[in-house]
């Protein structure tokens, strides 16, 4: 019989099909260890189905969470749980729980307030005074309102049966899904590991033991939690030990003056040779006549990305000079020159250094991560113990920040270089040293000048936050803006900081080509 | 001029105690992966080739071939074993001689090419003479020469990703032939190209290297191109060698089933020749055959296709002779039976 929704197996392979399907029946109970005929039956059955077909397994559904944990399926086993804990929750919460306990706290704290009221209503009667009609309407209004609170309180003790209902329907969902899903999913459980032994298979007491454990620990600390609000202190709030805090901030602190106090000889040699590197940039962009760095800037976007671009940065530069930004943004890029002229010379020398040195290079990368996920303002706190407040340590800080890219894309540059092309090299005698200028650097360029193009653009975003420590420049401006909510200054520093982005940017991308 | 004696190479931390495992107990490779977790990728290999020949080192992929061939310019160092290049022992040579021995010795070809690809043909071509020192002027003189060579000389200032596959290649011989080496080792030069173009490299390249009579190792994994090219070949299966000889000896008598196996699809128009056909004289003699006077006469060395075009046009059986004298006789149904036995084993 040829039936046109199967495919017919081809001549001669009609063995092998049936071998495969042996191997596969045979191997299950290797994979179940339990109830093995069940599910070679089960399992079967689910193949000779195309899409998703519905099978019922009663113990899962009975255990749940800790059949699909001792099964190994882990990720089942934590999704149902959640499930299954809010439909515990509910059912104890409606039974049990104290719903009303809200609305009676509120109750009684009016009650109070009513008995000083009245109170002071029976002594102004006794007086004669003239606030009776006023006390007597904040009697009345206060009985009003009582009152409604007490029905809300009872229409909240009448709903705690749809409560528990509803998680009783929950559950009952939840337990025909898990019986339902079991078999399918253990079964592509056993696809998986007919071709990777090491999945988990069987039953394995550890797993049985956890998922057990697991459960019943969550379970019965969320009902407790849940149903008797406060009862338990543990369940509410994390324990906290105040005198761990104060030691370790005490030890931190300790660290970073021991480092203030001993290291004053390294930081200060750093300070120098920033201030060098940034006088002399300085002097070159503030204190040139703008006409000679304008036409220069121009001209070198003009000769690396062309006449277009270089009209473009014609009209960013005259914007920043006609808005009077001129200054600011020579300083700005003289420092950013400065962060991005360091990060550059370590990072390449680095990353060459790296590239070719696996465990070196895994060692640097959590410091590298460090370096640019840490926010600027925490390792702001140690560069100005170190360093003071001003330019050094906003170069720093920029280039705590800015500086990884080289880095990184250095070693991935070099990484890349075709294994066959050094092996040819290698192969005429090549040195070293040739390799690396000849072969390596020149195939890694582009790489590496990207890298240079991000760090110089993280080094821009640090302009506001440099500012914050000293450094003058267009961040200030922005920074100023910002305190005294000055919008539209705010708005045209940042779109000079912008521009100065973009003609950096384009001047290195368009290198590039 | 190749002098390979008894080279090991193992892969893996524990080389040196795999290496001796093997010796003294003799265990095989996929235990040697288990216990000591060390690949062999060649295991004790002894050959020599002769100078100006083509060797061929033919093996499928995994076979050690390329493994084996890195060894003669100390790509890879040997866990045991010695080789000796022109009298050189490499295996001594220290690093500083060792570049100087590659740059001037050895030149190599790649299966893909391994051009540099931001510089020009010319300059890809000048590498090896720019590694040694050479002024820019001279050795842009020789790159062209050569370039000239393998019929590339206007194409010398395009880069080299601008070409074709076949031309890159013919730029990676130049750059081989550049240095002017001793000895040529080529690693798969032609399976990355298309089957016409590589037909008409391989035909090239042998016209060539009858002209520079360059010591030529030449690894193929298809046994089609090493019979194509090579004057000798080697048959390496599992890092071994397991059969040395010409193609004619290699198709006649397989060392083993393998071999066998590997031969069996060869067209054997172009590798038998006379006088493995032939029955001799005396059989002929004996059988009751005579010889005419105006019998077609051929030496010894002619291939069967030769013999095949005369049997149509004469009716006679054909006598083969050789250093003059008349030593066999090939009849119609000698060259049916050769072609049926070898249309057998395919």
New interface residues.
């Given amino acids: 019989m040829n039936r046109l929704d199967e495919p017919s197996v081809l001549l001669g392979g009609e063995t092998a099909a049936n071998a495969l399907a042996a191997e596969r029946r045979n191997r299950v109970p290797q994979f179940v260890r339990t109830h093995t005929d069940y599910y070679t039956r089960q399992f079967e059955h689910i193949g000779n189905r195309s899409g998703f077909t519905p099978t019922f397994n009663m113990m899962a559904g009975l255990l749940g969470s800790i059949w699909f944990g001792a099964r190994g399926l882990w990720n089942w086993a934590v999704m149902f749980l959640i499930i299954e804990v809010v439909g515990f929750v509910q059912i104890a919460r409606g039974l049990f729980g104290d719903l009303a306990a809200g609305a009676r706290e509120r109750v009684a704290s009016i009650e109070n307030t009513l008995e000083l009221r009245r109170q002071q209503l029976a002594s102004a009667i006794e007086s004669g005074s003239d606030k009776i009609a006023v006390y007597e309407r904040t009697v009345k209004s206060l009985e009003d309102n009582i009152g409604g609170i007490r029905l809300e309180a009872q229409a909240m003790e009448e709903q705690g049966v749809w409560i528990a209902l509803s998680g009783l329907v929950v559950l009952f969902l939840v337990k025909l899904v898990q019986a339902l899903v079991a078999n399918t999913a253990l079964e592509r459980r056993f696809s998986d590991w007919l071709s990777d032994p090491t999945v988990r298979h069987g039953m394995p007491t550890r797993d049985s033991v956890l998922a057990a454990i697991f459960v019943v620990v969550i379970l019965v600390t969320a009902m407790l939690h849940y149903s008797f609000p406060g009862s338990i202190a543990l369940l509410s709030e994390f324990p906290t030990l105040p005198s761990i805090r104060l030691t370790a901030i005490s030890v931190v602190e300790g660290f970073f003056s021991f480092a203030v106090l001993h290291g004053e000889v390294l930081f200060d040699a750093i300070t120098r040779g920033i201030r060098l590197l940034l006088d002399t940039l300085e002097l070159v962009f503030v204190q040139t006549p703008w006409i000679v760095i304008a036409s220069f800037i121009i001209l070198l976007t003009w000769l690396s990305a062309g006449v277009s671009t270089a009209i473009f940065s014609g009209a960013f530069l005259a914007y920043m000079g006609l808005l009077g930004f001129w200054d600011k943004a020579m300083t700005t890029l003289a420092l950013l020159g400065t962060a991005a002229c360091l990060s550059i010379i370590i990072g390449i020398p680095l990353g060459m250094f790296a590239a070719r040195r696996p465990r070196f290079y895994s060692a640097i990368q959590p410091i590298m991560d460090f370096m640019q996920t840490m926010p600027a303002f925490v390792f702001m706190i140690p560069v100005i113990a170190f360093f003071g407040t001003g330019k050094p340590a906003a170069v720093v800080t920029t280039m705590i920040f800015g500086g990884t890219p080289v880095v990184r894309l250095t070693v991935l540059g070099l990484r890349g270089v075709?294994e066959?092309?050094r092996?040819?090299?290698?192969?005429?005698?090549?040195?070293k040293w040739?390799l690396l200028t000849?072969?390596d650097l020149?195939?890694a360029a582009p790489s590496i000048r990207a890298g240079i193009n991000q760090t110089i653009m993280l080094s821009l975003a640090m302009v506001v936050v440099a500012s914050l420590i000293g450094a003058k420049g267009l961040g200030e401006d922005v920074l100023e803006a910002l305190q005294y909510a000055n919008v539209g200054q705010g708005i045209l520093a940042g779109f000079a900081i912008l521009f100065c982005a973009m003609i950096l940017d384009r001047i290195v991308q368009g290198a590039r080509k | 001029m190749i002098e390979v004696s008894g080279v090991w190479k193992l892969f893996g931390d524990a080389s040196e105690a795999a290496l001796a495992a093997i010796r003294s107990e003799g265990i095989g490779k996929s235990e040697v992966l288990e216990r000591f977790n060390v690949v062999v990728g060649v295991a004790d290999v002894n050959l020599d080739v002769q100078r100006g020949e083509i060797f061929c080192v033919m093996g499928l992929s995994g076979s050690g071939k390329s493994t084996l061939v890195r060894h003669f310019n100390r790509l890879l160092d040997p866990t045991a074993g010695s080789i000796t290049i022109d009298g050189t022992d490499v295996t001594a040579l220290s690093p500083t001689a060792l570049r100087s021995f590659r740059n001037k010795t050895i030149g190599m070809v790649f299966q893909n090419f391994a051009l540099l690809p931001h510089r020009s043909v010319i300059d890809n071509v000048a590498m090896p003479l720019e590694i040694r020192g050479v002024n820019k002027n001279a050795r842009l003189r020789q790159a062209a020469s050569i370039l000239d060579v393998v019929e590339l000389g206007a194409w010398g200032n395009k880069f080299a990703h601008e070409l074709s596959g076949g031309m890159q290649q013919r730029v990676g011989l130049a750059r081989a032939l550049a240095a002017d080496p001793d000895v040529l080792l080529m690693d798969e030069p032609f399976s990355a190209l298309d089957p016409l173009i590589r037909r008409q490299l391989q035909d090239e390249f042998v016209r060539l290297s009858a002209s520079l009579k360059k010591t030529t190792v030449f690894i193929t994994h298809d046994l089609d191109e090493a019979v194509r090219v090579g004057d000798r070949i080697a048959i390496m299966r599992d890092g071994r060698v397991v059969q040395i000889g010409t193609a004619e000896d290699i198709v006649m008598n397989p060392a083993d089933d393998y071999v066998a196996d590997f031969v069996a699809g060869i067209s054997r128009l172009k590798i038998m020749r006379a006088h493995a056909v032939m029955q001799t004289i005396d059989a002929w003699q004996a059988s009751g055959g005579s010889l005419t006077a105006d019998a077609p006469r051929q030496p010894a060395d002619e291939p069967l296709s030769t013999l095949i075009t005369l049997a149509i046009d004469n009716d006679s059986p054909i006598v083969i002779e050789e250093d003059g004298r008349d030593v066999g006789v090939v009849t119609r149904s000698d060259i049916l039976r050769t072609i049926i036995e070898g249309a057998e084993v395919s």
């Fill in positions: 075709p066959h092309v092996e040819a090299a290698v192969s005429f005698g090549a040195s040739y000849r072969v020149p195939l």
